[in-house]
T-cell receptor, first 115, second 114 residues
Framework: DSGVTQTPKHLITATGQRVTLRCSPR?????VYWYQQSLDQGLQFLIQ???????AKGNILERFSAQQFPDLHSELNLSSLELGDSALYFC??????????????FGPGTRLTVT | AQSVTQLDSQVPVFEEAPVELRCNYS??????LFWYVQYPNQGLQLLLK??????LVKGINGFEAEFNKSQTSFHLRKPSVHISDTAEYFC????????????FGTGTRLKVLA
């Protein structure tokens, strides 16, 4: 158990809908990272927040957005969902502000299925 | 921009045999290199990373990797594998400047056979 929690575990929704994925980092970790793992795109870094502020951006679509709240939990919002958004979405957390230097601890993921 | 190539999508190997998982990268700037493992139905776990210093990096669970700048490679090795090493392994690259950003390889599925 990494100490990172993600809810829900599974999510099934229809095209065009909007969903919110939630991540609670390990106690004391200030950074949250979001990743997408799909058969088509492989594993991709989406976005990072550090202590409430966006720190780094990867291959995140404009239809996706994220935020980190004062209690440090984070939400990833996916809108206008398409079939290709079906994937496993991971959250990770780290103590410091750069995942290259601080170990990231990954949650179990949320599996999103868009039908 | 960087890219990572993991040529082997699947590697079967017998228990207690050695294994090498290959990773090649492309970059016009200096890089950091990482290996992650993903066990079935779990998130990723860092095995080892190369930031600077010795090109031979030792990680957890008996794994090691060697950074070869001239061949732009960062192959992962283990001298003797166990059934429990069955998992997917991802190589990742990041440049050494700017903000955090990983580029992952497509993964290699290691299957250890009894």
């Amino acid at each position: 158990d990494s100490g990172v929690t993600q809810t829900p575990k599974h999510l099934i929704t229809a095209t065009g809908q909007r969903v919110t994925l939630r991540c609670s980092p390990r106690s004391g970790d200030l950074s949250v990272y979001w990743y997408q793992q799909s058969l088509d795109q492989g594993l991709q870094f989406l976005i990072q927040y550090y202590n409430g502020e966006e720190r780094a951006k990867g291959n995140i679509l404009e239809r996706f957005s994220a935020q980190q709240f004062p209690d440090l939990h984070s939400e990833l919002n996916l809108s206008s969902l398409e079939l290709g958004d079906s994937a496993l979405y991971f959250c990770a957390s780290s103590e410091g502000g750069d995942g290259r230097y601080y170990e990231q601890y990954f949650g179990p993921g949320t599996r999103l299925t868009v039908t | 921009a960087q890219s990572v190539t993991q040529l082997d999508s699947q590697v079967p190997v017998f228990e207690e045999a050695p294994v090498e998982l290959r990773c090649n990268y492309s970059s016009s700037v200096s890089v950091y290199l990482f290996w992650y493992v993903q066990y079935p139905n779990q998130g990723l776990q860092l095995l080892l990373k190369y930031l600077s210093g010795s090109t031979l990096v030792k990680g957890i669970n008996g794994f090691e990797a060697e950074f070869n700048k001239s061949q732009t490679s960062f192959h992962l090795r283990k001298p003797s594998v166990h059934i429990s090493d069955t998992a997917e392994y991802f190589c990742a690259v990041s440049d050494t400047s700017g903000t955090y950003k990983y580029i992952f390889g497509t993964g290699t599925r290691l299957k250890v056979l009894a």
